[in-house]
């Protein structure tokens, strides 16, 4: 297998600045599937890939059911969440957006620090979108996707999207039959970018392991 260091690189850096001094494990699942209670189950540094979601008014933005089709990756900033890990693997801190989902505007920005971490994970829907970019660049440490029943997944996401007040009861409705029936076909194409699909339990178990692999190292 080449490793991922060697490859080519995305970026132009500096000579010494190519080797990460932290690696990103990459999480995405169906809306509600656990990413969220995952990642803080494991207490490591977290970027939340759905803060790089751009505005509403931004131009072009794909529509579905008569309003924004927020389960489009063209919803969303690629770019600005690849360069914000790429600074945070070999910085150790960057500044990310802070996005507000029931105004569907960025609100600010916020300092991330990843401390000493050897690990950080990148959670969100779009984060197989990133697997092709963080192998190449030698940022990548593991590439999940969180599966379970979809009926548990429907359940848990409208639960989560009225107690945020997220959007209208209507629109969580509609939003959240039509994943129930794409569900299967998300988590293939998520596969298919280079996750691997398993339950929250075992990714849990995973990353762990991980994280005691790598801090050996450090």
Known sequence: MT??????ALFDLPPGARRPRARVVLLTGPSGSGKTSLT????????????????IDHPGLPQRYGSVDWDSPESWDGK?????????????RAEVPVYD????????????????????????????????ECRAEGLLADAICLSRPRL?????????????????????????????????????????????????????KDIRNLLVQKSSDT
Do not use: H, N
């Not at 409705?173 to 076909?185: F, K, M, Q, Y």
């Open 40 to 55: 803080q189950r494991l207490g490591l540094p977290v970027v939340q890939l759905d803060d790089f979601y751009l505005d």
């Open 3 to 8: 490793d991922p260091v060697t490859e080519p």
């Open 80 to 92: 600005g969440a690849l360069a914000a890990l790429q600074e945070l693997a070999t910085e150790g």
């Open 152 to 204: 548990v997944t429907f359940w848990f996401r409208f639960l989560r999207d009225v107690a945020e007040a997220r959007k209208p009861i209507v629109t969580l409705l509609r939003r959240g039959t039509s994943l129930l029936r794409s569900e299967p076909a998300m988590i293939e194409r998520w596969v298919a970018l280079g996750c691997r699909e398993t339950s929250p339990a075992q990714a849990e």
């Open 101 to 132: 989902i029931p105004t569907s505007r960025r609100t600010g920005m916020r300092r991330l620090d990843i401390g000493d971490s050897p690990l950080m994970i990148a959670e969100g829907i779009f984060a197989a979108q990133l697997v092709e």
